[in-house]
């Protein structure tokens, strides 16, 4: 077909098969933590403040010459001691997302074949590293976009057969922890760490102002995909959501529904586990010049020792990640940007970007820190 040759479709599998991924099925817990009103201003605001940070990176990285990840365009731009910082935090998030991934993905394989999920993350993390050895950005973008077709697709059947079963009265209203929610829509939006990757994927220099439409779409889509997933299982479970939803559908949609999202859940997860661990493997190449069999071994074998160090909290994980580190790699991106403009040495524009709008971002992302350090870390 046509769309899998177009390097925009590919950007797009790329972008968007990693955004749709671990996050969706956290959302429906953490909404009836927080409740309908409170989740609703809250994804309102992760999203206006993650799309705009995913206009600021786009723009920084198609205004920067060569090839780099997030710590090399702090270097660049801000010194080496904010590159060196940067290195660190997002060695962390990287780590700690792989490792949420591998421990929804060894629950998906669990629901479909048995035995223990312990059992399965394991296979999970051999099989997705042993996919990551042997393919480029161009392959996984395109194997990605294939694998997310039916997953949109499982999305919205799954969707439509809790919708035709539920009720709007088992909406909760209110929850006990109205900021919840937040964070974890944050992290559920999430693509910054692959915007170099899509930008790579336009080999000609004419097709790279794409990209801005790439993040437009890769940001909005999963949006609805999760707004439709969200009320549907809320309105089909009458009682507690399980932190993974997919388990909370069983005794209303029956087992072979639940099998398939537990299908729809490993692609989503696998989708977006390859890129993240290919900018992973990329940090460690790039920025930490690394040789390529070694940063692949080290980017393998992290996530499976903190597993293996008994790490299995992904609804906190998911929320100390999204509300501490995506917000501590947004400021780089704000001030890497802001030197940018000061510079004049970027021409694409991708955002207006003024002080008011910088403010507020600065502001939401500093509230998201404190309130993970005060109420999920001490």
Known sequence: MKMF?????????VFGGMIIGSGMFALPYAVSVSGIWASIFGMALAFFAVLSIHFAY??????????????GYAKLHLGKLAGNFNKITQIIFFNATLLIYGV??????????????????????????????????????????????PLIAAILLISLASLSN????????????????????????????????AKEVFKKKEDEPKLKSVIAWGTLVPLVLYVIFIVAVLMAVNGAISEDAISSLRGVLGV?????????GFLAVLTSFLVLAYDLKAIYEFDLNM??????????????????SGLEDFVKLISVVGGIFIALDSFFVIFILRKLRK??????????FGPIHQTFLILIFAASIIYELVYQIF
């Open 166 to 197: 539920g009720s709007f009265s088992n909406l909760p209203t209110g929850g006990g922890d109205p900021f919840f929610a937040f964070g974890i829509f944050v992290f559920a939006l999430a693509g910054l760490s692959v915007i170099p990757d």
């Open 291 to 308: 040789p390529r069999i070694f940063s692949w071994f080290l980017g393998a074998l992290v996530p499976v020792l903190l597993f293996m």
């Open 58 to 71: 786009g723009e920084v990285v198609l205004n920067t010459e060569g090839r780099h990840r997030l710590p």
């Open 343 to 352: 510079t004049g040495s970027g021409t694409a524009r991708f955002l207006p």
């Open 104 to 149: 929804l993905g060894g629950i998906f394989l669990s629901t479909i074949f048995g035995r223990t999920p312990f059992f399965w993350t394991l296979v999970f993390f051999a099989v997705s590293v042993a996919i990551l050895f042997f393919e480029n950005i161009e392959t996984i973008g395109l194997l990605n976009l294939i694998l997310t077709i």
């Open 5 to 13: 040759k177009s390097p925009f479709w590919k950007a797009l599998g």
């Open 256 to 264: 072979k529904i639940v099998i398939l999202g537990a299908v729809m």
